[in-house]
């Protein structure tokens, strides 16, 4: 079996998870409310303090399925009680980050500013040199910090651009004059 799928999840207190037809799952917390159509092959139970999935057969599509539906889950459990937030890094001379109410406005070395707005259910703070994404959505809060990062990544010379606060970058040597 499915290491991963075969692990009950856990429900907080305060916390309600609701299983409709076609395995619409809503998970209901303190910060907020997140719905998702999960696969129909998956059987979900719900017995109060935990839930469980199960799966009708041992074909690998069965398998990986399996882990996916418990883990996705997982992630809106825990999205509605402690939230997801992803910190990125600026580094380079004139590159900056403000917040202008729900637009986020950066400098990156471009002949303009870069302005993105925040989707919904997302927020963005700003603090010296990081910006930190926040959210109740895992997919959501990644793919936004993604596309932040995309505007400048991290360039392998001086390590100028938008990086994520965990990221390591492999530097490269510069040129070498000649002798």
């Known amino acids: 079996m499915s290491r991963i799928g075969r692990m009950p999840i856990a429900i907080p207190a305060g916390v309600t998870v609701e299983i409709a037809e076609n395995n619409k799952v809503t998970v209901k917390g303190p910060k907020g409310t997140l719905e998702r159509v999960l696969p129909a092959q998956m059987t979900i139970k719900n017995d109060g303090a935990a839930v469980v999935v199960e799966r009708p057969n041992d074909l ?5 399925l399996h882990g996916l539906t418990r883990t996705l889950i997982q992630n809106m ?3 509605v009680t402690d939230g997801y937030e992803k910190k990125l890094d600026i580094n380079g001379v004139g590159y900056r980050a403000q917040k202008q109410g729900k637009k986020l406005v950066l400098s990156l070395g471009y002949s303009h500013p870069v302005e993105m707005d925040d ?3 997302i927020e963005t703070v ?3 040199s990081s910006i930190i994404v926040k959210g109740i959505n895992k997919e959501k809060v990644g793919q936004y910090a993604a596309e932040i990062r995309a505007k400048r990544g991290p360039e392998p010379y001086k390590g100028k651009g938008i990086k994520y606060s965990d990221e390591v970058i492999k530097r490269k040597v510069g040129k070498t004059g000649k002798k």
């Not at 690998?60 to 990986?64: E, R």
């Open 77 to 79: 459990v825990i999205g």
């Open 119 to 121: 989707p919904e259910g």
């Open 126 to 128: 700003v603090q010296d």
């Open 60 to 64: 690998k599509q069965m398998k990986s």
